[in-house]
């Protein structure tokens, strides 16, 4: 199955942007999902999960200031990200893993990915 993402975009430091990922997976109501990103230079890193019993887990820049949720009955991922700040600015992926059903905080490695959406938070 595929996952779409949209919502990136250009924003000031302090700044906020939804960011929305679309799945064409029958079973999205059981799949742990995630956000990640990739800053020029470096490694991808984690931002967020969302386990298939609705546990989340964040990184800790990102405490306080993002929230991942899911729409199960439109089946889409979102990320709601404020207070933007310049080290924020990465491409972001959407990231599922429809595998099993997972319980708690997820601590696995999505098998399916977007292509990603640029977010860059600049003045």
């Known amino acids: 199955f595929q996952l779409v993402e949209s919502g990136g975009g250009l924003v000031q430091p302090g700044g906020s942007l939804k960011l929305s990922c679309a799945a064409s997976t029958i079973n999205f109501r059981g799949c742990a999902m995630g956000w990640y990103r990739q800053a020029p230079g470096k490694e991808r890193e984690l931002v967020s999960t969302?386990?298939?019993?609705?546990?989340?887990t964040y990184t800790n820049s990102v405490k306080g200031r993002f929230t991942i949720s899911k729409d199960n009955p439109k089946k889409t991922l979102f990320l709601q990200m404020k207070s933007l700040r310049t080290e924020d600015t990465a491409v972001y992926y959407c990231?599922?893993?429809?595998?099993?059903?997972?319980?708690?905080?997820?601590?696995?490695?999505?098998?399916?990915w977007g292509q990603g959406t640029q977010v860059t938070v600049s003045s």
């Open positions: 969302i386990s298939s019993d609705g546990t989340t």
């Open positions: 990231a599922a893993d429809c595998r099993g059903y997972y319980f708690g905080k997820y601590n696995g490695i999505p098998n399916v």
